[in-house]
């Protein structure tokens, strides 16, 4: 089985390096550069803040074990953190608008260092705390960074058309290039050099150090709505009435609310999907041809959005279609492949079927990403794009605290299921937006 892991990761790692190298003129933007500059300095360090993010990733479950906490304090733990993410969350990143995008993008920093600091602390309140203040800092990540960029860019009167080169740059090196080598990178710091499993949290805080100082010595500041007498209370009333107003804005929090909601879900889902019978598998490496097949779809993205004639509405049809089908797969090999009862061993059959079918879904992640950055900074109006980006997070956390709290109640199949149906249904909501913009 070893044999297909290399072959899997082997092909995925020559389709990127292919698509990457085909690319001709009509697929490249020739951009300024001066607009290179800014590019290359955002994407340093938005490659640094989510190396911070990836480190932690793997060895949070794994920490709360060593502490010697159960699945059910575990489980607690992580709903604190969407929680957190959806209330006070949505609270500090609306903030963003009024008292700038940059400050809150420091506060980012800041605060998801004082969450890897608490990991020092087997104290089940300290634990806690750093998951509510993780859960601030990650709607800041997915709000704060993309408001500043968008709103820096046409500030400096770059082309329109550039935005879409930065954002599926950022998703290929920090959703794909950057997750791999922070999973080597962890793997290094605990398992060869056996520093232990709080070391990817110190070394994550020291990534956002970094980061923060290039952000606080290159980085200006910008504003959504710049008004002294309009309070957060005025703000969420006011993106509430875009929001309900504005259909294409309606229909974009519905596309992004069920297609990251199904991707949050696969993310507890597919290890017990592909180990049933506690059949050993390679986390590290599985994770890795993952993040591997998001690089591939970001490059996919970043020459579909070369292409001017062509919409993301109209292509991310088709990217919901894929999704939904890959999502299907368990529920197929569960009728069509007998189980194996046995336990331990090696990766099932219809676990390799599966494989690749996961490794699909993570490629249609790699073309969502960038796309759904370049719909937002069409749709979204600029004074108040961090308060409704994280409206669409209101739902989003919600589905995902459900389904932790009900992980064990239903079987995977149900579960994958479910997600395949908000995918469906995704198609029709990217079918309306397409309607909706050809219309004049």
């Given at each position: 089985?070893?044999?297909?892991?290399l072959?899997?990761?082997?092909?995925?790692?020559?389709?990127?390096?292919?698509?990457e190298?085909?690319?001709?003129?009509?697929?490249?933007?020739?951009?300024?550069?001066?607009f290179?500059?800014?590019?290359?300095?955002?994407?340093?360090?938005?490659?640094l803040?989510?190396?911070?993010d990836?480190?932690?990733?793997?060895?949070v479950?794994?920490?709360?074990?060593?502490y010697?906490?159960?699945?059910g304090?575990?489980?607690q733990?992580?709903?604190?953190?969407?929680?957190?993410?959806?209330?006070?969350g949505?609270?500090?990143?609306?903030?963003?608008?009024?008292?700038?995008?940059?400050?809150?993008?420091?506060?980012?920093?800041?605060?998801y260092?004082?969450?890897?600091?608490?990991?020092?602390?087997?104290?089940?309140?300290?634990l806690?705390l750093?998951?509510?203040?993780?859960?601030?800092?990650?709607?800041?990540?997915?709000s704060?960074?993309?408001?500043w960029?968008?709103?820096?860019?046409n500030?400096?009167?770059?082309?329109?058309?550039?935005?879409s080169?930065?954002?599926?740059?950022?998703?290929?090196?920090?959703?794909?290039?950057?997750?791999?080598?922070?999973?080597?990178?962890?793997?290094?710091?605990v398992?060869?050099?056996?520093?232990?499993?709080?070391?990817?949290?110190?070394?994550?805080?020291?990534?956002?150090?970094?980061?923060?100082?290039?952000?606080?010595?290159?980085?200006?500041?910008?504003?959504?709505?710049?008004?002294?007498?309009?309070?957060?209370?005025?703000?969420f009333?006011?993106a509430?009435?875009?929001?309900a107003?504005?259909?294409?804005?309606?229909l974009?929090?519905?596309?992004?609310?069920?297609?990251?909601?199904?991707?949050?879900?696969?993310?507890?889902?597919?290890?017990?999907?592909?180990?049933?019978?506690?059949?050993?598998?390679?986390?590290?490496?599985?994770?890795?041809?993952?993040?591997?097949?998001s690089?591939?779809?970001?490059?996919?993205?970043?020459?579909?959005?070369?292409?001017?004639?062509?919409?993301?509405?109209?292509y991310?049809?088709?990217?919901?279609?894929?999704?939904?089908g890959?999502?299907l797969?368990?529920i197929v090999?569960?009728?069509?492949?007998a189980?194996?009862?046995?336990?331990?061993?090696?990766?099932?059959?219809?676990?390799?079927?599966?494989?690749?079918?996961?490794?699909?879904f993570?490629?249609?992640?790699?073309?969502?990403?960038?796309s759904?950055m370049?719909?937002r900074s069409?749709y979204?109006?600029?004074?108040?794009?961090?308060?409704?980006?994280?409206f669409?997070r209101i739902?989003?956390?919600?589905?995902?605290?459900i389904?932790?709290?009900?992980?064990?109640?239903?079987?995977?199949?149900?579960?994958f299921g479910?997600?395949?149906?908000f995918?469906?249904?995704?198609?029709y909501?990217?079918?309306?937006?397409h309607?909706d913009?050809?219309?004049p």
């Amino acid at each position: 089985m070893e044999v297909f892991y290399l072959l899997v990761f082997g092909a995925l790692g020559a389709v990127v390096a292919g698509v990457e190298l085909s690319k001709n003129n009509k697929d490249r933007i020739n951009a300024s550069s001066a607009f290179n500059a800014f590019k290359n300095n955002y994407l340093l360090v938005y490659s640094l803040m989510m190396a911070g993010d990836w480190l932690q990733g793997p060895y949070v479950y794994f920490l709360y074990q060593t502490y010697g906490f159960s699945k059910g304090d575990i489980g607690q733990l992580f709903i604190a953190g969407f929680g957190s993410s959806m209330l006070f969350g949505t609270v500090v990143g609306s903030l963003a608008d009024k008292q700038g995008r940059k400050r809150a993008c420091v506060t980012y920093c800041i605060t998801y260092i004082l969450s890897c600091l608490t990991k020092h602390s087997p104290q089940y309140k300290v634990l806690m705390l750093g998951r509510i203040l993780g859960g601030i800092a990650t709607s800041l990540l997915f709000s704060a960074f993309e408001s500043w960029l968008v709103a820096e860019h046409n500030k400096r009167g770059f082309e329109q058309q550039w935005l879409s080169l930065t954002f599926s740059k950022a998703i290929f090196l920090g959703n794909g290039l950057i997750a791999i080598v922070s999973g080597l990178f962890g793997n290094l710091l605990v398992g060869t050099l056996d520093f232990g499993p709080v070391a990817p949290f110190d070394a994550a805080a020291v990534f956002l150090a970094i980061g923060m100082a290039i952000i606080l010595s290159s980085w200006t500041e910008n504003y959504g709505d710049p008004s002294d007498n309009k309070d957060l209370l005025a703000q969420f009333r006011g993106a509430a009435v875009a929001i309900a107003s504005d259909e294409k804005i309606a229909l974009l929090g519905a596309i992004q609310s069920l297609f990251e909601g199904s991707m949050y879900t696969f993310v507890f889902l597919w290890t017990p999907a592909l180990s049933p019978n506690d059949e050993e598998i390679p986390h590290g490496f599985i994770f890795a041809t993952f993040m591997l097949a998001s690089m591939l779809g970001s490059s996919i993205a970043s020459r579909l959005m070369a292409r001017s004639s062509l919409k993301v509405e109209s292509y991310m049809q088709i990217v919901f279609v894929i999704s939904a089908g890959s999502l299907l797969l368990p529920i197929v090999t569960n009728f069509l492949v007998a189980p194996s009862t046995v336990k331990g061993g090696r990766i099932s059959f219809s676990g390799c079927i599966q494989l690749i079918g996961f490794c699909t879904f993570e490629a249609c992640v790699g073309i969502f990403w960038p796309s759904i950055m370049k719909m937002r900074s069409q749709y979204i109006p600029e004074e108040a794009r961090s308060t409704i980006m994280n409206f669409f997070r209101i739902p989003l956390n919600i589905f995902v605290c459900i389904v932790l709290y009900n992980v064990n109640a239903f079987p995977i199949t149900i579960m994958f299921g479910m997600c395949s149906i908000f995918l469906f249904s995704g198609i029709y909501l990217a079918k309306a937006a397409h309607g909706d913009c050809r219309e004049p």
